[in-house]
């Protein structure tokens, strides 16, 4: 399995850590900087080939397999290329920047038999595993609502760090950069099967960038039950990112930084294991969270048995729609009801958020 990556910035080393703890060599690594490839490589001491044009990589290592570590708004298109290379790739979150730009995905990878997955990487957390566990077992009966919180610290100096932060062409806001993760883990969770999204965002405290720096939500589902999403980077100190689900027999939440503890864990039918997972605290070293090397193995395992991967392109696609639906919403003062087309990010240009 040859394996390469493209893009080697913050996030590049968890995908070397994965792939290399997945039992994969790197044959190549890809940055529009190569000191940055280089560095990368020194860190982990690996000697892989170095480009800085991902297209004349995929034309010369013939790769099995490419994660896509780059820039928000590229990553569609690097996805589409590799899927016309013939490669199967692993895409960091947010998939894309528009519904149709998804949808391209989707088709290249289909059109080309190729398998593509997307780097939601906490859907893997011990804590999450046991509550998606509890759901698939009808633990909580019939689901009444569910609360994703991401309550965290950016400040200038993060956005100051590159030109594509805080862009509504290449990144967004913090709904679509930090709290997709929890979106995804909501829709998984509540059934996918979300109808309406209102939302309200704001940029309070970050005047250098365009998108939203706090974003607000109320999503309903065809099941009945409803949701509420709330993405923030305006604290003073990274503080929590909670997720909270409850039915008529079952109330859980999870918390921690990344959704890597159990807090709170109650079932009418209490089970003699439910006492195991009260005390689940996962250690983590930064927010990213220990995922990416199970995701890694799953996505070889799907690979290897010519099946859809744990996290697919449809479900990444789904997390980008919300997103999507709550910017429109504040857009037009309206809800938004579901699918979603016709809405990017960069839609967002003429709308300010600044208040
Ligand atoms: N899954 C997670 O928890 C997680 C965590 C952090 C970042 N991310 C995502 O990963 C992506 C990268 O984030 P980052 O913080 O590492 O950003 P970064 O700016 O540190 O790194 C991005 C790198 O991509 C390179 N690049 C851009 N366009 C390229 C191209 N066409 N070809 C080759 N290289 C190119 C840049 O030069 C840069 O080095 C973003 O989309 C971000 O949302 C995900």
């Known amino acids: 399995m040859k394996y390469v990556l493209i893009g080697c910035g913050r996030v590049a080393p968890s995908h070397v850590k994965a792939a290399?703890?997945?039992?994969?060599?790197?044959?190549?690594?890809?940055?529009?900087?190569?000191?940055?490839?280089?560095?990368?490589?020194?860190?982990?001491d690996i000697t892989p080939a170095v480009y800085t044009d991902y297209r004349e990589m995929l034309r010369a290592e013939k790769p099995d397999f490419a994660a896509i570590a780059t820039v928000s708004g590229t990553h569609a298109e690097i996805a589409v290329d590799c899927a016309n290379a013939g490669v199967n790739f692993l895409v960091e979150k947010p998939l894309a920047m528009s519904v149709e730009d998804a949808d391209r995905v989707l088709s290249a990878a289909e059109t080309n038999g190729?398998?593509?997955?997307?780097?939601?990487?906490?859907?893997?957390?011990?804590?999450?595993?046991?509550?998606?566990?509890?759901?698939?077992?009808?633990?909580?009966?019939?689901?009444?609502?569910?609360?994703?919180?991401?309550?965290?610290?950016?400040?200038?100096?993060?956005?100051?760090?590159?030109a594509w932060r805080g862009k509504w062409a290449t990144d967004g806001g913090t709904l679509m950069n930090q709290c997709i993760h929890g979106i995804d883990l909501l829709l998984w969770l509540m059934g996918g099967d979300a109808e309406t999204v209102y939302g309200a965002t704001r940029n309070l405290q970050h005047p250098t960038i365009e998108g939203e720096d706090v974003g607000t939500a109320v999503l309903t589902?065809?099941?009945?039950?409803?949701?509420?999403?709330?993405?923030?980077?305006?604290?003073?100190?990274?503080?929590?990112?909670?997720?909270?689900?409850?039915?008529?027999?079952?109330?859980?939440?999870?918390g921690g930084m990344c959704v890597n503890e159990v807090v709170d864990w109650y079932f009418t039918d209490g089970e003699a294991a439910d006492a195991d997972r009260r005390a689940v605290r996962e250690q983590v070293g930064s927010v990213y969270g220990n995922g990416h090397t199970s995701l890694y193995l799953d996505f070889l395992n799907a690979l290897a048995e010519h099946r859809a991967p744990y996290v697919t392109l449809e479900a990444g696609k789904r997390?980008?729609?919300?997103?999507?639906?709550?910017?429109?919403?504040?857009?037009?003062?309206?809800?938004?009801?579901?699918?979603?087309?016709?809405?990017?990010?960069?839609?967002?240009?003429?709308?300010?958020?600044?208040r």
Request: charged share 20%.
């Open 221 to 254: 589902f065809a099941s009945g039950a409803v949701a509420t999403v709330e993405g923030s980077v305006n604290l003073p100190a990274d503080f929590e990112e909670t997720l909270c689900l409850f039915g008529e027999n079952g109330a859980v939440r999870l």
């Open 319 to 354: 997390a980008v729609e919300i997103v999507l639906a709550i910017y429109k919403s504040q857009k037009t003062g309206l809800p938004v009801t579901l699918p979603l087309t016709g809405f990017g990010s960069a839609d967002m240009a003429d709308v300010s958020v600044k």
């Open 114 to 162: 190729v398998t593509g997955g997307v780097c939601h990487q906490n859907r893997f957390n011990e804590a999450v595993q046991a509550l998606k566990n509890a759901v698939d077992h009808g633990r909580f009966g019939r689901l009444s609502h569910g609360a994703v919180c991401v309550r965290w610290h950016r400040g200038p100096d993060y956005y100051a760090q590159d």
């Open 20 to 44: 290399l703890a997945n039992g994969l060599s790197v044959a190549a690594l890809c940055d529009l900087d190569p000191e940055k490839a280089r560095a990368l490589a020194r860190r982990f």
